[in-house]
Structure formats: C-alpha cells, structure tokens
C-alpha cells in the first residue's frame, strides 16, 4: 500500500508522517532473494523446471523511467477451475540492473533446493530481452523459450492491417515453415503503402526472426506455458506503476524487494529483527574492538604493535592484539 494509507492505518502509533514511513523502508537493508527459508526439493524433484522472466517499466522521480526484473521458478502447473491454474512450488526473484548476481541468486536456489542431475531441462520463457537470454548461461540445462504472449503481439502487429494474413503467418509459424513465414512477410511489405506500417512489419519479422528458435521450443514437451505478465501485474506493477508515482532507485530497489519477499512468504517483523540483532551484533564487536585497541596502545605506549598485520585485510583488533602478542 501507499505510504499515506500506510500512516491512515497505524495513526494510533503516533507516526502521522508519510516520509517516517518511507524512511524506515529506505533504512533498512535490501531484502535479499535468499532471505526467506529454502524448501528441500531434492527427494522430490522434476525432471522438468520452469522459469520464467519479465521486466516492470517505473517511472523515477527524475522524470525518467527505468526497469524492475522479476523472475520465478516453479514445477509446473495445476488446475484449480476451468481455464484457471495454479504455479506448483514457485520462488520469487528481483533486481534492478545487476543480471550476473540476478542469475547468480537463481542458479543458487535451483543447486540448494533441488537435485540437479535428476533434472532433464529448464525452460526459460520470456519476451526475448537480451537479459532474459542471458539466463540460459547461468543456468544449467536451460532452454530458451519465447512466450506465446509476445509472439501473437508481433503476428498482430504486422498484419493488423491486413486481417486476412493473420492466420496464414500464424500457422505457418507454429508448423516451423520459415521459408513461408518470411515468404509471407516480403508480400505483406510489398503490398503495404504506409512506410510506418512497413516499418513496423519489419520489426515483427527481425523479432520472429531473431526469436526463431525459442518459437519452435514452444511445440517441446512438457512445455505449459508461460504467465509473466501477470506475475509482473502482480508481485511489481500494483505497487510500482499501476498508479502516477515516482520512485527514487534506493526506494524502488527497496520496494520491489519486500513486493518479492511478500510474494515469498516472508516475515516482516522477524526480517527487520535480524537486520536489527546484525546490527546491534556488530556495534558491539566494534565496541570491544576499540577497547582492546586502545588498551594495546596504553601498553605499546600509544602504538599497535604490528599495523602493518591489522591493515592487511579486514581484521578485528582482538586478532591483531593477540597475534603481535605471539611476535606474528
């Protein structure tokens, strides 16, 4: 919700300002992907994973826009009601512009929850940006697959004209006639006077070229699909962008991890407590660090023996205190 319907709600607190409310997301750390507690899949696990990719576009505070990734890993689905199912054992996954640790974050989770080698292929469906692709070299096994979603946007964009080559271009595709597909496309150019239009359609047919092969996976087995645009909807844009706003990139960074840690079953109040004893953990080390410091230099008569050990690295002072004691 809205930091304002946040205060509306809470008002017995004594927090009646919309920034405090901000403040404490923005000061607290990222939630990390891994932050909620790993499921053991590895007795159970499928010969076939799925994940899947999408990106949320978010308006910044500085009149510019930017993208928040989100990608999810799942076992396939199950009906709930006609028409309706339901992701089996799906894990949430975000970040702004890092693809490395992004893809890094996912790899980990697919190695720690499951039993790779009973694992016969990944399927990695998205729209075919170039940082969706770039999963399929982190992750073991992965297939890249195009969604159905994009494709048919494509098909419509390049024929939305000319109704009556929709269903030819489309069947073509489907039978992996590639010849015939781009056959079709050079007579809908040509037969096409706005040079927008053409345009256009030579855009859908780089698109469904440079996707060819992630296309035809969509005939593979065991192939179900892919829903990421309403993942997107869900997990990111409800917050994020569904209504005129502007983020700063800390709070959007922020914000869309809690979306994902949500998402994931975390716990707010035992996440923020963790981060509070890390905190509180680390203040008290640094404490005794400088007393033991400042106790080594009323001995060494103002110098610590052996600086040159405390700045190789990152040292606490109890160790560089102990070991110039030993003559290291």
């Given at each position: 919700m809205s930091y304002q319907r946040t205060v509306d709600l809470i008002?017995?607190?004594?927090?009646?300002s919309k920034t405090s409310v901000m403040n404490v997301v923005k000061e607290s750390e990222p939630i990390p992907n891994?932050?909620?507690?790993?499921?053991?899949?590895k007795e159970e696990t499928p010969s076939i994973l799925y994940i899947e990719a999408d990106e949320d576009h978010v308006a910044l505070q500085s009149g510019k826009s930017t993208i928040s990734k989100?990608?999810?890993?799942h076992e396939g689905r199950k009906p709930l009601s006609k028409g309706r199912y339901q992701l089996m054992n799906k894990r949430y996954?975000?970040?702004?512009?890092?693809?490395?640790?992004?893809?890094l974050d996912v790899a980990n989770y697919l190695d720690q929850v499951y039993d790779m080698d009973k694992v016969q292929v990944v399927y990695l469906s998205g729209d075919g940006a170039s940082w969706i692709k770039e999963g399929t070299k982190w992750i073991v096994k992965s297939k890249y697959?195009?969604?159905?979603?994009?494709?048919?946007?494509?098909?419509k964009l390049a024929t939305a004209h000319m109704d009556?080559?929709?269903?030819?271009?489309t069947k073509y595709i489907r039978k992996g006639m590639k010849k015939a597909v781009f056959d079709l496309f050079k007579v809908i150019i040509k037969n096409t006077e706005s040079e927008s239009k053409k345009k256009s359609?030579?855009?859908a047919m780089t698109y469904i070229r440079n996707n060819w092969d992630g296309i035809q996976r969509q005939k593979a087995k065991g192939y179900v699909g892919c829903s990421a645009e309403g993942h997107v909807s869900h997990v990111l844009s409800d917050r994020l962008s569904s209504r005129p706003m502007g983020w700063s990139k800390k709070g959007l960074l922020h914000m869309s991890s809690m979306r994902v840690f949500q998402h994931n079953g975390g716990n707010f109040y035992e996440q923020l407590l963790r981060g509070h004893n890390a905190t509180m953990t680390e203040a008290r080390i640094t404490k005794l660090d400088n007393r033991v410091l400042n106790k080594?230099?009323?001995v060494s008569g103002g110098v610590v023996p052996n600086v040159s050990f405390y700045l190789q690295g990152k040292k606490t002072g109890t160790s560089v205190v102990l070991k110039s004691f030993r003559g290291l």
């Open positions: 008002a017995h607190s004594g927090i009646t891994d932050a909620t507690e790993l499921p053991n899949r989100i990608v999810y890993v996954f975000t970040a702004q512009g890092d693809n490395e640790a992004l893809w697959v195009l969604d159905r979603f994009h494709l048919s946007k494509y098909i009556y080559a929709r269903e030819p271009l359609i030579r855009d080594a230099k009323q």
